[in-house]
């Protein structure tokens, strides 16, 4: 089946954990907005209420929507998990942590208000930052150094663990 992603097109945000699993696994998609004259067709999605924000996938008919979910939805569909239940739940349980994770690196920048610019919260973010740093992130890497163990396939949870990794996603909280 070949599945289209919408996201936007311009950032990595979110949607590159979709995006890194479906290219890691050779999957065919659409990435949707990257397409000419095909960015409206993400805002006509999102004003039927199919889906709160960006990303989400559509595998024919069926429209998943949040990063954890749609990679939950995916996982065994692409070997990027395992069939049986009890594996994908911890391997959700995961990912719902990482996207955790990722909020929380977000609220650093934008302490206030997503609404508002860095610039204008530059106070704010410094407090935030440095709290992140000295209590946050040694909880969220020790949690995952406990309960993602390499095996002998790669799940999407070590896919997103390495994009957390990546210059720039998580602004220098991660050490490298």
């Known amino acids: 089946m070949r599945h289209e992603l ?3 097109p311009e950032i990595q945000g979110r949607g590159e954990f979709v995006r890194l699993a479906l ?3 050779g999957a065919s998609y ?3 907005a990257r397409e000419p004259r095909r960015m409206p067709e993400l805002s006509r999605v999102l004003a039927q209420q199919r889906a709160f924000a960006p990303p989400f996938l559509r595998a024919g008919r ?3 929507s949040q990063t954890a979910n749609i990679l939950h939805y995916l996982g065994p569909r692409l070997g990027l998990a395992p069939n049986a239940e009890a594996r994908r739940a911890e391997l959700n349980q ?3 942590t990482v996207m955790d994770f990722v909020v929380e690196v977000h609220d650093t920048h934008h ?3 997503s609404s508002l610019y ?3 919260q530059l106070e704010e973010s410094g407090r935030r930052a440095q709290v ?3 209590e946050r992130l040694p909880k969220f890497l020790a949690h995952f150094e406990a309960h993602v163990k390499p095996r002998a396939r790669v799940t999407y949870v070590e896919l997103a663990l390495f994009q957390l990794e990546k210059p720039g996603v998580c602004a220098g909280f991660l050490p490298m």
Do not use: N, S
């Open 6 to 8: 919408f996201y936007w």
């Open 23 to 25: 290219e890691d696994a």
């Open 30 to 32: 659409v990435d949707v």
């Open 62 to 64: 069926l429209i998943v």
């Open 94 to 96: 995961l990912m719902l």
């Open 111 to 113: 302490p206030i208000a």
């Open 118 to 120: 860095y610039e204008d």
């Open 132 to 134: 992140f740093r000295k």
